[in-house]
């Protein structure tokens, strides 16, 4: 959170916004990163601008970046390394049958 | 001195193709030039992204545009007994390095000067308004590299008008500041608009022959459409009074053109005319 404020208080009063795009071969929305504009409609041409020129996309999402709730940080251990011993979650210990090729 | 008698080519009815090209060129070049002083100077980088890849644009379809004018050149050179066999091949590159400003075909709007952010925005719009409408109706031509060219185009174009038609709506609908600012900027270049629709001679031979367009005709859908976009940015009054000012008339289609462009070129072409063929 601390560090999406501060960079929102950069640039030129424009808020920052957090782009999406999804490429051509792609089912999902990467992020691509982050721009500024003085609203949707702007940052959705800047963003087609700085971020689709070399043919990346065929669709973007932009969402003002001060809507993005992240984690901190500080939280990393006790959100992330329970789950480090616990292999049995992974679904490895079935057998799959030969025909089954894309899994 | 031979150089640039070789891109002469004569005012004859036979060639109102040819000079029909480069007009269509140097339109692009000389705007996509003009717009690409912007790079590195954009208002934010965003912006600064934004005017070159449109100045990218302008220069890929000049590009398309002296091609196809030096395959036609060539071709009639060949067909012409009394030049000389030897004579060097006319390119896109020699079409656009090296010709004087009187050969320069551009429409004064073109090359009038970057100004502010406004007067920039607001050249882009009154030309991309037209742009996009004589693309679309020279995508039908009988000449199939004009109406292949204007089809790849105006994919381009369609953007170029979307981007400039939402700036000058932000900036006359914005601040007292950036009004101020669009209204002196349609001071300084409605006058240059009247020219877009005056049809040279060679625009009247292509047009009576299918392969061109007149463009008289574009001229009702262009003042409907910067109305719609006027209104909507709160300045339809100006444009009401501008309409009533003197205007400029046919200049630079027929080679004649305001003191800027010569600038222009001395930037463009000094690289080719201290060092002849020069590349890298």
């Given at each position: 959170m601390p560090i999406i404020q501060e960079r929102e208080k950069d640039g030129i009063g424009w808020p920052l916004w957090e782009v999406f795009i999804r490429s051509k071969q792609g089912l999902d929305h990467k992020h691509a990163g982050s721009l500024h504009a003085a609203d949707a409609q702007m940052a959705m041409e800047n963003a087609r601008d700085v971020y689709t020129r070399r043919m990346e996309g065929v669709s973007i999402w932009v969402v003002e970046s001060k809507y993005i709730h992240a984690s901190n940080p500080d939280d990393a251990s006790s959100l992330y390394d329970p789950a480090n011993d616990k292999a049995y979650r992974h679904p490895t210990f079935y057998q799959l049958p030969d025909e089954l090729k894309n899994m | 001195m031979e150089r640039i008698k070789l891109n002469t080519i004569a005012h004859q009815p036979q060639n109102s193709l040819i000079h029909y090209t480069l007009h269509q060129a140097d339109n692009a070049l000389i705007l996509g030039h003009r717009n690409s002083e912007w790079t590195g100077h954009g208002p934010v980088l965003e912006q600064d992204i934004a005017i070159?890849?449109?100045?990218?644009?302008?220069?890929?379809?000049?590009?398309?545009?002296?091609?196809?004018?030096?395959?036609?050149?060539n071709e009639s050179m060949h067909h012409d007994a009394t030049v000389d066999e030897g004579r060097a091949e006319i390119t896109e590159d020699s079409l656009a390095y090296l010709r004087d400003v009187r050969e320069f075909k551009n429409c004064l709007l073109t090359e009038q000067e970057n100004g502010d952010w406004a007067k920039t925005v607001l050249r882009q719009f009154f030309f991309s308004q037209f742009q996009y409408l004589l693309y679309g109706s020279l995508s039908q031509s009988r000449d199939k590299d004009l109406s292949a060219i204007s089809e790849k185009a105006l994919k381009e174009v369609t953007y170029h008008l979307r981007w400039s038609s939402e700036w000058v709506i932000r900036l006359g609908d914005g601040t007292?500041?950036?009004?101020?600012?669009?209204?002196?900027?349609?001071?300084?270049?409605?006058?240059?608009?009247?020219?877009?629709?005056?049809?040279?001679?060679?625009?009247?031979?292509?047009?009576?022959?299918?392969?061109?367009?007149?463009?008289?005709?574009?001229?009702?859908?262009w003042m409907k459409n910067v109305s719609m976009v006027f209104e909507e940015a709160g300045i339809l009054d100006a444009l009401s009074q501008g309409i009533e000012e003197g205007w400029v008339g046919l200049c630079g289609k027929e080679g004649n053109h305001t003191e800027h462009l010569g600038y222009i070129l001395a930037q463009l072409q000094f690289l080719q005319r201290a060092y002849p063929d020069c590349n890298w």
């Open positions: - | 070159s890849n449109i100045a990218l644009d302008l220069v890929g379809q000049a590009r398309n545009f002296y091609q196809y004018a030096a395959l036609q050149i007292g500041e950036s009004r101020r600012r669009i209204l002196i900027a349609f001071d300084e270049l409605w006058k240059f608009t009247s020219e877009l629709f005056i049809p040279a001679s060679y625009e009247l031979v292509v047009a009576a022959e299918g392969l061109g367009v007149n463009p008289v005709t574009l001229k009702p859908s």
